[in-house]
């Protein structure tokens, strides 16, 4: 039995590349700043749209909703779906479940105790997304994943409250003093079994980011190659057939008024599917920029003439895990000298590595993620 070496690659550049690979995941948590906007976005966003449906809770997710807790158990049987909401019929009971499920989106939406309290955000999303399983949309399925995949990521370290708590306690406590509050275990190699954590939870947040920005890829990438192929869209005429749609005109005027523009509603229609065919291959040049704006674009449409708001803001949060962390850096440090008054300095602002930091580059030294809920400053000395 012969091996065949493929032309200009080696065994030992193989093994470098792979080396790479697992330094890049191992070495330190990487998009912190990003990850934090994700868990705000689809924090504020669940928390918006469960308040918006409160006059409708029952009708939906309730005891009075026509598809009943026992017809939702019976699907449950064939699909595996599992939902809180229907443990019991009793109006007590859902209303309990509806106030802790906006409790619960607020808290994850700050940042209060985030490792636990992401677990209890997907069960949440989970549960009302599984009760009325027939009137959900991509909106609803995406926020779905992204609340999975944000348990496993940092995502509350950085402009959180378990971020703030973490800088006071630093800032109290006396140099080389332990840190109160944390389990310390007598156990042989402590500082060892200590380090194999951190890395573990960095290479599960790494990991994380990836399927994160691997899932928006693949959305985008499917719904550009599925419009490919449809006669509509390749003569330019699906966009007015979409806005004569009477289930998606929230707005009829708006969508009467689009719709006399031809000529634009056409062109809309080609860089639409070149935009979502295209952007798997833009994500590492200064191209994605300009993409991300005109997706933004794109999502704002949609909310708006086609009544999606859901669906649009949960694409739009997605999209922001491809900025990198200077850039919300930038733009952190530019709203505190927007809203600092003149010749007066705010209190807080450019602390560099304090969980919200006004530097550029401040998080970028952090080595390792320890427990969610409290942060590491950059540099301090562990005990």
């Excluded at 469960?50 to 699909?79: K, Y």
Aim: charged content about 15%; glycine content about 10%; some cysteine.
């Amino acid at each position: 039995m012969t091996t065949e070496h493929v032309p200009g690659t080696t065994p030992s550049s193989v093994l470098d590349r792979l080396g790479g690979l697992l330094t890049l995941l191992t070495a330190r948590p990487v998009s912190l700043h990003a990850v934090a906007v994700l868990r705000i976005g689809y924090g504020l966003l669940y928390l918006v749209f469960l308040l918006r449906e409160f006059p409708h809770r029952d009708e939906i997710w309730g005891p009075g909703s026509p598809w009943t807790p026992a017809m939702a158990e019976q699907l449950f049987e064939r699909t595996g779906w599992f939902s809180v909401l229907t443990l019991s019929d009793s109006r007590w009971y859902f209303e309990l479940c509806y106030a802790g499920a906006l409790v619960v989106a607020a808290l994850f939406l700050v940042g209060w105790r985030t490792r636990a309290v992401s677990v209890l955000f997907f069960g949440v999303v989970e549960s009302f997304h599984a009760r009325a399983i027939f009137m959900t949309d991509g909106g609803d399925n995406l926020i779905l994943l992204m609340a999975a995949y944000l348990v496993l990521t940092a995502c509350g370290r950085r402009w959180s409250l378990d971020a703030r708590r973490s800088r006071l306690r630093a800032a109290a406590r006396p140099p080389g003093q332990p840190e109160r509050g944390r389990l310390r275990l007598r156990i042989p190699d402590a500082p060892r079994v200590r380090a194999s954590q951190r890395t573990l939870t960095t290479v599960l947040h790494n990991c994380a980011l990836l399927v994160i920005a691997a899932q928006v890829c693949f959305l985008y990438g499917s719904a550009g190659l599925y419009k490919v192929q449809g006669g509509s869209w390749g003569n330019g005429t699906a966009l007015h057939y979409v806005l004569n749609l009477e289930l998606f005109q929230p707005w009829p005027f708006l969508s009467r008024l689009a719709d006399e523009h031809t000529l634009l509603i056409a062109v809309a229609g080609y860089l639409t599917v070149l935009l979502q065919v295209a952007f798997p291959f833009v994500l590492f040049g200064p191209l994605k920029y300009p993409v991300l704006a005109m997706l933004l674009g794109m999502h704002v449409g949609i909310a708006v003439l086609m009544g999606l708001p859901l669906f649009s803001g949960a694409m739009i949060v997605a999209d922001a895990v491809f900025l990198p962390d200077r850039f919300y850096l930038a733009v952190y440090a530019a709203g505190g000298r927007a809203l600092r008054r003149p010749g007066r300095g705010g209190p807080g602002h450019d602390r560099p590595g304090r969980g919200g930091s006004g530097r550029a580059g401040a998080g970028a030294e952090d080595v390792s993620v320890p427990r969610q809920s409290v942060p590491r400053r950059s540099g301090a000395a562990r005990p």
